[in-house]
């Protein structure tokens, strides 16, 4: 495998690192997603910026069945101490793998003074009706995926999205992509974390608390009318922070119909 931008390898952790000179800034994509993904939320950043393909990911190995969020963070913490990073951007399932880190008081996350959270899909649990949608949702992926179902699947994944984004022929092939990803590699081990909480209970009861600590600043930033990352999720995360700043942008916005207004939030936030 190549050491390029879009393709690092395990010479390089799976990090591919551009720019120099502070901040330095970590980028961790959702999942099914890729570093592709998270290079546009790079635009207009100054400093180094370090992109990371988590496991199960970009030719990276899966941990195995049964991914938990916790071991999305290990791999972020790995990262974050490998690239000295200072600021962090995750995206879905690394929001929620920040978060854990975060809420775990993690000592790398000592040493983050600015966090971006972007499309968190889990926080501290789900509504009845939110867990069953889940459940429902990932019980047909995994059937598809196992009878190799490309098409079905990707209809599936953009039957989430609004309408006008589920039109769009870019949208579709990035749809199609990933899909592809979860029938000929061992990413579908992954499947279940959809269904998984980022942030467990701390010693007092309260999966709160050290975030409530957290001494950094946080942009939580998501979008309204998309199913697989809520805004009360975003909203709840907020409010937990003291140092947050929230961000609902219209349906479709962040990958698709906003990204000039995306990258003018994450570029003002990381200054």
Avoid: C
């Amino acid at each position: 495998m190549t050491n390029d931008l879009n393709h690092p390898s395990a010479e390089t952790d799976f990090i591919a690192t551009f720019g120099k000179g502070e901040p330095h800034t970590l980028f961790g994509h959702g999942f099914a997603g890729a570093i592709r993904d998270t290079r546009p939320f790079g635009t207009g950043i100054t400093g180094t910026k370090h992109f990371l393909h988590l496991p199960g990911h970009g030719g990276r190995p899966s941990p195995g069945p049964g991914w938990n969020y916790g071991q999305i963070a290990e791999a972020l913490a790995r990262a974050l101490m490998s690239t000295s990073a200072t600021q962090a951007l995750g995206v879905s399932m690394s929001a929620g793998g920040l978060l854990r880190l975060l809420s775990a008081t993690h000592p790398v996350a000592r040493s983050l003074e600015r966090v971006a959270l972007v499309l968190p899909a889990s926080f501290t649990g789900f509504s009845a009706e939110a867990a069953e949608a889940n459940r429902a949702h990932v019980e047909k992926l995994r059937g598809l995926v196992a009878a190799g179902d490309v098409e079905s699947i990707t209809d599936l994944m953009l039957s989430r999205e609004p309408a006008e984004v589920a039109d769009l022929l870019p949208a579709r092939a990035w749809t199609q992509a990933k899909a592809e990803n979860l029938v000929n590699t061992d990413m579908s081990d992954g499947l279940g974390l959809a269904l998984e909480i980022a942030v467990d209970e701390d010693a007092d009861g309260d999966p709160r608390g050290a975030l409530a600590r957290f001494p950094g600043e946080v942009l939580v930033l998501t979008h309204e009318d998309d199913p697989a990352h809520p805004v009360e999720v975003a909203e709840a995360i907020a409010a937990a922070i003291p140092d947050s700043r929230l961000e609902v942008l219209p349906a479709g916005s962040i990958l698709w119909r906003g990204r000039h207004e995306v990258r003018r939030i994450i570029g003002e936030f990381f200054g």
